[in-house]
Antibody
Framework: EVQLVESGGDVVQPGGSLRLSCAAS????????MSWVRQLPGKGLEWVANIKEDGSEKGYVDSVKGRFTISRDNAKDSVYLQMNNLRAEDTAVYYCARDYMVHGYSYGHFDHWGQGTLVTVSS | DIQMTQSPSTLSASVGDRVTITCRAS??????LAWYQQKPGKAPKLLIS???NLEDGVPSRFSGSGSGTEFTLTISSLQPDDFATYHCQQYKDSRTFGQGTKVELK
């Protein structure tokens, strides 16, 4: 059974930093693109970042470019999101999600999600 | 950027009703569209990909249709377990979601 477990959410002041982690199990982690998706309070979903199987390619939504960094450790079956210079508008539940892949190709949607971790940016 | 617009934002319905949710893209996404179901406090669950491809284990009362810029999710006979929020997502160019449609009890 595929499992994704996020951790690291917390309350942080504007301008602060936080590192989210996602531990994966139940599948061959090193063969999957992985993503972070967030959900603002009472609102819709927003894709934040993704990372290729070997970490050689990364993508970000414009609003976090230069502030957030996605990384992964395939030896630990884990993906991370380093968030710097946090803003109030980054307040959200952050989900780790597995990209839907067929024959080594990532289609761009998500077939498994974690339960999320809450990040609150407030003074 | 491709914008996704869902309608309605909220839909009130009864058990047994036929329910249709619309998702419109700001430009053509051919059929690169997914639908998710999300219950309060839970993660989204993938229902449909490629506009009409039902995921394994998803009840056949769910169906998706459309191409280009207009898509629909239909629940043929609403069941108690279907009261939830539904999200569409395009993956033609990057990834963007609609704002969600809440299906509530009338």
């Amino acid at each position: 059974e595929v499992q994704l477990v996020e951790s690291g959410g917390d309350v942080v002041q504007p301008g602060g930093s936080l590192r989210l982690s996602c531990a994966a199990s139940g599948f061959i982690f090193s063969t999957n693109w992985m993503s972070w998706v967030r959900q603002l309070p009472g609102k819709g979903l927003e894709w934040v970042a993704n990372i290729k199987e070997d970490g050689s390619e990364k993508g970000y939504v414009d609003s976090v470019k230069g502030r957030f960094t996605i990384s992964r450790d395939n030896a630990k079956d884990s993906v991370y999101l380093q968030m710097n210079n946090l803003r109030a508008e980054d307040t959200a539940v952050y989900y780790c999600a597995r990209d839907y892949m067929v024959h080594g190709y990532s289609y761009g949607h998500f077939d498994h999600w974690g339960q999320g971790t809450l990040v609150t940016v407030s003074s | 950027d491709i914008q996704m617009t869902q309608s309605p934002s909220t839909l009130s319905a009864s058990v047994g009703d036929r329910v249709t949710i619309t998702c419109r893209a700001s430009q053509s996404i051919t059929r690169w569209l997914a639908w998710y179901q999300q219950k309060p406090g839970k993660a989204p669950k993938l229902l449909i990909s490629d506009a009409s491809n039902l995921e394994d284990g998803v009840p056949s009362r769910f169906s998706g249709s459309g191409s280009g810029t207009e898509f629909t999710l239909t629940i043929s006979s609403l069941q108690p377990d279907d009261f939830a929020t539904y999200h569409c997502q395009q993956y033609k160019d990057s990834r963007t979601f609609g704002q969600g449609t809440k299906v509530e009890l009338k």
